[in-house]
């Protein structure tokens, strides 16, 4: 293929699209009633299991999937990626979020030069700051050691790290380390969301790390520059050096900012923000409340997907099926949307996780070369954990819209329960509900089953389910940082796999821009409106009599303002 031909111009492709007829016609009933399907529609990695023959799929459509990834190129693509090409061509960047979790002694090139030691000297930087940290050697501006942390940081340089967090927090063993310490996020430029991360917190013990790739995004440094506010209205100024620090790539700006250089922990441009989560972004606060050694479980996990990526064959490679599935669901099937359900409440930050590394990375409207695609790309993330999600939108998901399903089950839960007399075990109780949900999305139930249980005659139309609704399920063994890490990884590489496919940049984000470039338009309004009576001038109708309305109450602030709560 040339490389500015689009892969929808492919024999391949068209292949597939001729095949979407026959699928059509068949329902999911009766595919799986093919036990020897089903038994090949599975595959398996250090006991995580993938089976897929819920998919809209039969072993022809795997086939053709396969020689797609062919056309695409998806070998080369992938291998290109782990050599440190600058795939991201964009940016002119390579995309090595591989080499954060590769082990000491790999070789992985960007511009020549191999990262893995540079990578190496800062976990290991990370290692001895969350040592003495977490002895309490490192003590704040009174004398006290610090046991809470505000980690300040947007988009990437958040939900990576809170969705680690959060899976970790119920882990026993993950826990055990963080007795007595708090981890909390500031995201949001809202200033509800500054009171929310301090509430109950004393400056006195509590470290704030500034997360961001460029420095430069104005709610984290906004954010930043409250939290430094209030530090130093209750400590004094000399108390930023012991109670800030930051993550970064521009330690240029960190300086700036006043934080201590030997208190910043570098990472690269060859690390995407929405990959940046087994950076420095994710490692430091992490191991600020678990500790290193737990943080390098959750690394090794990621490491094990990257080399089963790597290494193993496509049709049992579980992140190039999980992405050409998703490829055939959208670009074939046409279903526009993907529900993400764990069936772990640890898992709760994985969804919100997931939107942004998919919908940032594949929401693209022209391919790789700047060619507009005839084509959708990306799909709609969302999800809930199960059972939550049960008893919220999935009588849209039974009955309404299709839309693919990814069931994620863990067998041994991080927090068994069981009480005596009861029927099953808490955990077999949610797990019911993850066996259950894919049958009866798959199978429905018919107007015929409806008669033989003599429901009412005006009640069949809206009791029949007419199934053939396409999932998948992914069983995980058990939930710890290692796992934790696995399932990272394998969406990572999915979701590449998907762009790599469709032929975009999955690792640049110039969508994003537009809007930050109308704020500080904005911005410049409110200033000049609150602080010199200015007019509100240059925008439409619309947005102009808005922000009247918002100013009418004029009553600029003249001094520094902090939460009360
Ligand atoms: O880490 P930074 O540079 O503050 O950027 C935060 C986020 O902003 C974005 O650039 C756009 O939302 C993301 O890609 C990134 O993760």
């Known amino acids: 293929m040339a490389s500015s031909a689009l892969i929808c111009d492919t024999e391949q492709w068209k292949a597939l699209q001729a095949h979407v007829g026959a699928i059509q016609k068949t329902h999911l009933r009766d595919l799986m009633a093919d036990a020897d399907r089903c038994k090949a529609m599975t595959a398996e990695f250090e006991g995580i299991f993938l089976d897929y023959s819920r998919q809209q799929a039969t072993r022809e459509t795997i086939e053709k999937l396969l020689k797609l990834a062919e056309a695409a190129k998806l070998k080369e693509k992938i291998e290109k990626m ?42 290991d930087k990370i290692k001895q700051f969350s040592e003495t940290f977490r002895s309490g050697s490192w003590v704040g501006a009174t004398g006290k050691a610090l046991t809470n942390v505000v980690s300040v940081g947007i988009g990437g340089s958040f939900l990576g790290p809170l969705f680690v967090h959060t899976a970790l927090q119920t882990d026993p063993e993950a826990a055990e380390c963080a007795k007595g310490r708090q981890l909390r996020f500031l995201a949001n430029v809202d200033p509800v969301d500054v009171a929310r991360s301090i509430k109950d917190l004393d400056p006195e013990t509590t470290l704030v790390v500034v ?23 209750s400590l004094g100024p000399q108390a930023v050096s012991k109670h800030m620090i930051a993550v970064s790539t521009n330690l240029k700006l960190v300086k700036e900012f006043g934080i201590d250089p030997n208190n910043a922990f ?26 290193f050694p737990i943080v390098q479980k959750f690394l090794e996990g ?35 949307a993907r529900a993400i359900l764990p069936y772990s409440q640890a898992l709760e930050k994985l969804a919100p996780h997931i939107q942004q590394l998919s919908m940032e990375s594949n929401g693209k409207g022209v391919s790789i070369d700047g060619v507009q695609l005839p084509f959708e790309t990306g799909e709609i993330d969302f999800g809930e954990p199960g059972t939550n999600g049960q008893h919220s939108f999935y009588q849209l998901i039974h009955q309404g819209r299709v839309i693919p399903c990814d069931f994620i089950g863990i067998v041994k839960s991080q927090q068994p329960v069981y009480l005596k007399g009861e029927t099953v075990s808490n ?18 139930k018919t107007p015929e089953q409806l008669h033989s249980e003599k ?21 995980l063994p058990q939930l710890s940082a290692y796992e934790i890490g696995q399932l990272l990884s394998i969406y990572e590489h999915r979701i590449a796999v998907q762009g790599f496919i469709w032929g975009i940049n999955s690792f640049d984000q110039w969508g994003v821009e537009l809007g930050k470039s109308l704020a500080s338009q904005v911005r410049k309004q409110l200033h000049g409106s609150r602080m010199e009576g200015k007019p509100v001038e240059g925008f439409n109708h619309s947005t102009s009599s808005l922000l009247a309305r918002y100013l009418a109450p004029s009553t600029p602030f003249d001094s520094t303002v902090l939460p009360k709560v």
């Open 82 to 123: 782990f050599k440190g090409e600058k795939i991201n061509s964009t940016e002119n960047r390579s995309v090595l979020h591989v080499a954060l979790r590769a082990p000491r002694d790999a070789v992985i090139n960007s511009d020549g030069v191999n990262v893995v030691p540079e990578v190496w000297s800062v976990k």
């Open 266 to 291: 570098a990472f690269w441009d060859w690390v995407g923000g929405r990959y940046s989560v087994c950076s420095a972004v994710g490692v430091l606060p992490l191991s600020l409340q678990y500790g």
């Open 302 to 336: 990621a490491s094990s997907i990257d080399n089963h990526f790597h290494s193993s064959s496509f049709d049992k490679n579980i992140p190039v099926l999980l992405g050409l599935l998703s490829v055939w669901n959208v670009s074939f099937l046409g279903y526009p």
């Open 455 to 475: 429901v009412p005659e005006h009640l069949i139309p809206h009791k029949t389910f007419k199934g053939n609704r396409p999932s998948l399920s992914l069983l």
């Open 211 to 233: 997360v961001s790739k460029t420095f430069t995004t104005a709610e984290t440094m906004l954010n930043a520059r409250t939290l430094k506010e209030w530090i130093i209205s």
């Open 427 to 444: 955990h077999d109780e949610l797990m019911s509900n993850f066996f259950a949900q894919p049958d009866a999305l798959a199978y429905g």
